[in-house]
């Protein structure tokens, strides 16, 4: 009766044990090898087992951590899981959720920016934003991972609830109605001669500027972007000392298209600045404010900045890698 009573309670701890376990919350990270996730190793795991757990090759696994496959694993022991094509996923919404945690003062942008520029839309919607500010050590949804070993989720997005639109119209006032017997009467005056001599009207010509110019000059006002006029007002506070021809590289967002707001991503700039850009090829101009840094990202190795791809439109870019601008700030 005893050996019955503990080999229940020994599979009881077992299976919460394994439960406990199979509900990881799954931190990525990212170097020179790409994205990864962290993994402490427990009693009887090897890397076969760790392998099964993550949906990873037992002999990349090894070959990604720089260990011997035939060595085996110790208790404690740290391994870093490779994310790749076969076990993760950032197409869907269902899977085991990998999260990424912010840093201080980390928008969305610079979300998207720190994992492979993914789409803004996406982060939205797998964690219900409404709004691209988040505070710092927030846990924000980028992809899942796919293993029959992990339990997954279905990620269903809040309906949105549109507020109604209420149109707003001028008030008008019906003209009041007097009749004669109501109407006030004024004294009768004598009418008051003005003897200043009369001067001569002055008339000025005026020019007629043809319908293409104006839509000309219209246009390449809206091309210069949403915050020209920040820029001069910065100008008059710090006056321009940086004048660098730089290597450039693009990152996709929904701004700018309409708005003429565009943004980049630049190191040593505080965020907020505003930078005037050149394209040396075409002689275009716009004005981008700065969102965040590039350091710390691989795939920002041998560009200076990256621009919005509004912006790259409007400056005339037809390169999609790297290409070469003009920068002042």
């Known amino acids: 009766m005893a050996k019955l009573f503990f080999s229940l309670l020994f599979f009881a701890g077992s299976f919460l044990a394994v439960k406990a376990q199979k509900a990881p919350v799954l931190i990525i990270k990212n170097n020179e090898k790409g994205f990864y996730l962290d993994h402490k190793v427990v009693p009887k795991e090897s890397f076969y087992s760790v392998g099964r757990l993550y949906n990873v090759s037992p002999k990349y696994l090894a070959a990604f951590n720089k260990l011997d496959l035939n060595k085996g694993l110790q208790i404690d022991q740290k391994l870093k899981i490779p994310l790749t094509d076969t076990n993760f996923s950032r197409e869907g919404n269902s899977g085991t959720p990998v999260y990424y945690k912010t840093g201080d003062k980390e928008g969305l942008m610079k979300v998207s920016g720190n994992n492979g520029n993914l789409s803004l839309a996406k982060i939205r919607g797998w964690n219900n934003l409404t709004s691209d500010v988040v505070e710092k050590d927030t846990r924000l949804i980028v992809g899942f991972l796919h293993s029959k070993e992990m339990p997954s989720v279905t990620i269903k997005p809040k309906a949105v609830t549109e507020e109604p639109v209420v149109e707003v119209k001028p008030v008008t006032t019906d003209p009041v109605k007097t009749t004669d017997s109501v109407q006030p009467t004024q004294p009768k005056t004598d009418p008051v001669v003005d003897t200043k001599p009369i001067e001569p009207v002055v008339v000025t010509p005026v020019k007629v500027v043809p319908a293409n110019e104006v839509n000309e000059v219209k246009n390449n006002a809206t091309e210069l972007g949403y915050f020209k006029s920040s820029f001069d007002k910065q100008v008059l506070q710090t006056p321009v000392t940086k004048n660098e021809t730089i290597t450039s590289g693009i990152f996709k967002t929904l701004s700018g298209w309409q708005d ?70």
């Open 260 to 329: 003429g707001k565009y943004y980049l991503l630049i190191d040593g700039v505080p965020p907020g600045n505003i930078v005037k850009l050149t394209n040396p090829a075409t002689n275009r101009v716009v004005y981008a404010k700065v969102l965040g840094e590039m350091m710390g990202i691989r795939q920002n190795e041998g560009l200076n900045i990256r621009i919005s791809n509004a912006a790259a439109a409007a400056l005339q870019v037809t390169e999609q890698d790297k290409f070469i601008l003009k920068i002042n700030y």
